[in-house]
């Protein structure tokens, strides 16, 4: 099976459309591609050909690894982890000049200040004072800094008590506003919206926050992407437990001495953001006039604008764009045009480009759907009881020719565990269905898209409730007669293979499993974790050391003697979020107990496969392995 390439974080500015492409055929190199606005059948020009490799390791996830005003590009390069410039000739025909560093390497005698500890990204161009703006993360703290388009030292604009994300800069760049956080909570858990105003020497100054809130707050609440939307400046927060969209009014005539108040725009049972594991995440567009948003109600994203439903009364009316996609991501507007990634049921991830004036739009795909309509499998909404009691989402995806009694049946269970299963056409999952297969996607308690008390059910529950969960979704669909009882297997990618290791443990009807990188020991994970998730577990599972005893329960390693059912796992030697060596542990231990075990280690490969060649063979590899252990036929 081919791999598709990736895009992701489009930018819209003065009618050109940027996007990054990862080429799985490249080693998952990144790479910058620019054409112009509204033209799909343009050839796209790649700015950033080999060795380039567009890539920020902000927080360990990376995002928002290039920025452009239209005329300039400034662009993270992974070979050296360092800023650098592009200029952009007037003349799309004419050569492009060389990047030029406007970063130095830090001197590897500086300590954590050093390069491996050193990350920049989620930046901005500052033209009117001809500079980058952005967040620097130094060993244990980030800062928001500026740097020179001319190059040279970097400044320090705003020292983060911990954690900081998402500049916005104000449309006359008077002002800045920008996110924080700190631990032990995750963005999405407790954050905050900041401000402050630049002075004469391009200093901040008048430097508060507006709203959220942090870890002496006796309610937790979080917030999401600042937008500026004119002079005002508008946010996703959840303090009525969604992510709903808020404004603060004239923000940018704000002089520092006044209080600036959020009023809700509008309030729905929907989700105007999601959690923040990368940089650059957008929901929300301005496109000079009017505000359009992406949001999720019941597991399912759509497009739609904000109109003033009684302008003299300030009131706002949510009012949906008819465009076919299901899943929408990465939106930005600019004069009337929108772009975002989006995908449906039935059609790939890919451009959406959209004029809103008459809501005509084109969709570009990463790659051709190598499936006719008629031969996807789409997804039915199914809800049931879950393991807390409380209604549990998940999509059924019926094999090819519809689902038996007999037919084998995977479970999914999405990772972060933050994340949720989205309904955008995915490859991977048409190739289970295409070879006879039930797939039941879960949203199990922990997930985003369905507000906050839905993603609080996991606090404290991790291993426990998403495994229950699971489970439950997949006895739902035994029930119906569309499945096998005991042909059901199970798969999962960080995270989400600590939970398949769970149910394995939990022998809840799983005889299967496939762990791509799994967390096996929660201890190790807390103890050795990067920054970012440094304390992510404390609310996962517990404090420690108080919880101890609670992390060896649920650790597979310290639990391997309650899995018998064959596992399969892959890790990448350079994986540094979760180290090889606990599927390396892992194996052992599962083979001393007789239990089948196979484990693959790729060179080269870190947290997240790149390669395509590497993808390719994982899937067909836990196909194999589910089949041989099932005694299915080939």
Known sequence: MGVAPTWREPLLVKGHLFWLEGRPQEQGRTTLLMRPAGNRHALPRELTPPPWNLRSRLHGYGGGAFTSDGTTVVFVHDGDRQLWRLDLAADPQAPLPAPQRLTAPPDPAEGEGGQDQQAFGDGLVDGPRDRWIGVMEAGSRDQLVAVSLAGGAVQTLHQAKDFCSSPALSPSGSHLAWLEWQQPFMPWERSQLWIGRFDGAGGLTAVRCLVGSDGSSSKGQSVFQPLWAGPDLVIAGDGNGWWNLMRFANAEQDGGDGALVGEPLLE????????????????????????????CRQGTWELGRLDRGIPEAETW??????????????????????????????????????????????HTPTAPSPLRPEEVSLPEALWLTGASGEPTHAWFYPPSGGGRADSPLLIRAHSGPTGMARTGLNLVVQFWTSRGWGVVDVNYGGSSGFGRAYRERLQGQWGVLDVGDCLAAAAAVVESGRAAAERVAMEGSSASAFT?????????????????????????????????????????????????????????LQQVARIHQPVILFHGLDDTVVPPVQSERLALALSEQGVPVEIFLFPGEGHGFRSGAVQAQVLEATEAFFRRHLGLPR
């Not at 929408?328 to 004029?355: F, K, N, T, W």
């Not at 990067?530 to 650790?555: C, K, M, N, T, W």
């Open 500 to 556: 398949v290791l769970a149910a394995l443990a939990a022998d809840g009807g799983v005889q299967v499993g496939a762990c791509r990188y799994p967390v096996t020991d929660l201890e190790a994970l807390a103890r050795e974790g990067h920054r970012f998730e440094a304390h992510y577990l404390d609310g996962l599972v517990g404090p420690l050391p108080e919880a101890r005893a609670v992390y060896q329960a649920r650790s597979p």
């Open 268 to 295: 729905m049972e929907a989700e105007f953001g999601v959690p923040q594991w990368v940089a650059r995440l957008r929901t929300t567009a301005w496109d000079g006039e009017q505000l359009v948003a992406a949001a």
């Open 317 to 362: 009316r949510w009012q949906p764009l008819a465009v076919p996609f299901t899943d929408l991501a990465d939106l930005c507007a600019e004069e009337g045009r929108l772009v975002a990634m989006a995908s449906a049921p039935q059609a790939m991830a890919g451009l959406l480009e959209l004029d809103l004036a008459d809501n005509t739009w084109t």
